[in-house]
């Protein structure tokens, strides 16, 4: 699943061209599904409206071609269940959920938040764990007990960085939901584990790597597998010393043709220059590599 980025043009607001340009460039790259207003899409500077035209537009582009999982997100459960109604209205075919993060956790408090976004709407949930960002991981046997209480949940995007947890989940939810990596930089770790996809915001401007290291891992090939993240590794090395994502995502989609501008939104800042630079070559590399092998994976 590629989760898109959210183009904004130099003074903040929503470049709409650029958005039907991702989408478009998503599907064209033959990606299995698209995840507008997640993280990557810095769903936390959008407002109502700038979520539901971003939704609509995605929805119009690919046009029933890959399923659109709408980003509906919100530190407030009541925005979170209208967002979600908004989604389904406009056409989306699932629903990705943060739990709520304002405070510690709480597993009545992160239950009731799924609750009320599963009540507000028909469409299948994938519950979005990612410690780093809410500052707890839900634990495995809660996820159970929302499982069973929350019919409507149908997968989990597991950002965790805990690889062992993963793979308790893998063995504990997997044959109810799909469990799917959502840490791109454990993509293979987490691909050899036994997930069944994995969400990536490379796809916005190289969906062909990815897709090499899926095919490699689904096949077994091992030596393969390992040969192809060798290469993505000096791109996630860049992105956790930076700890700027959107940034390097949407600068490299700058330097691989892209016509949007590296523009994040306040309080995420652009890269450094001499990232940029390094990035630049990070991008040629992967374009040089892709070039090479494409042929003998497809």
């Given at each position: 699943m590629a989760v898109s980025v959210t183009p904004f043009k130099r003074d903040l607001s929503l470049d709409e061209d650029g958005v039907r340009m991702v989408a478009s460039f998503l599907l064209e790259g033959g990606v299995d599904a698209v995840v507008p207003c997640g993280s990557m899409g810095e769903w936390n500077s959008l407002t109502d409206e700038e979520v539901s035209k971003i939704i609509e537009i995605t929805v119009d582009e690919v046009n029933g071609k890959i399923p659109v999982i709408a980003g509906v997100s919100s530190t407030s459960s009541i925005v979170a269940a209208r967002r979600a109604r908004m989604a389904e209205d406009l056409g989306a075919d699932g629903l990705l959920v943060l739990p709520a993060f304002y405070s510690r956790y709480n597993f009545l408090g992160v239950l009731r938040h799924f609750e009320l976004v599963a009540h507000s709407t028909d469409l299948g949930i994938i519950v979005y764990n990612f410690p780093d960002a809410v500052g707890y991981e839900i634990p495995t046997p809660d996820l159970e007990m929302m499982i069973e209480k929350i019919p409507s949940i149908v997968g989990m995007k597991d950002s965790t960085t805990d690889m062992a947890e993963f793979m308790f989940r893998l063995t504990r939810l997997g044959d109810r939901i799909a469990v799917l990596l959502g840490n791109e930089p454990y993509c293979f770790h987490g691909l050899m584990a036994g997930s069944p996809g994995v969400f990536t915001s490379m796809?916005?401007?190289?969906?062909?790597?990815?897709?090499?290291?899926?095919?490699?891992?689904?096949?077994?090939?091992?030596?393969?597998?390992?040969?192809?993240?060798?290469?993505?590794?000096?791109?996630?090395?860049?992105?956790?010393?930076?700890?700027?994502?959107?940034?390097?995502?949407?600068?490299?989609?700058?330097?691989?043709?892209?016509?949007?501008?590296?523009?994040?939104?306040?309080?995420?800042?652009?890269?450094?220059?001499?990232?940029?630079?390094?990035?630049?070559?990070?991008?040629?590399?992967?374009?040089?590599?892709?070039?090479?092998?494409?042929?003998d994976i497809s």
């Open positions: 796809a916005n401007f190289n969906p062909k790597i990815m897709r090499m290291l899926y095919e490699a891992a689904k096949d077994r090939r091992v030596d393969e597998a390992r040969k192809i993240y060798q290469a993505m590794s000096s791109y996630f090395e860049l992105r956790r010393r930076s700890r700027r994502p959107a940034a390097i995502v949407k600068q490299a989609m700058v330097y691989s043709g892209h016509k949007i501008e590296p523009t994040v939104r306040p309080p995420l800042t652009e890269l450094e220059e001499n990232d940029k630079e390094l990035l630049r070559r990070i991008v040629r590399n992967l374009e040089e590599f892709c070039g090479g092998q494409l042929s």
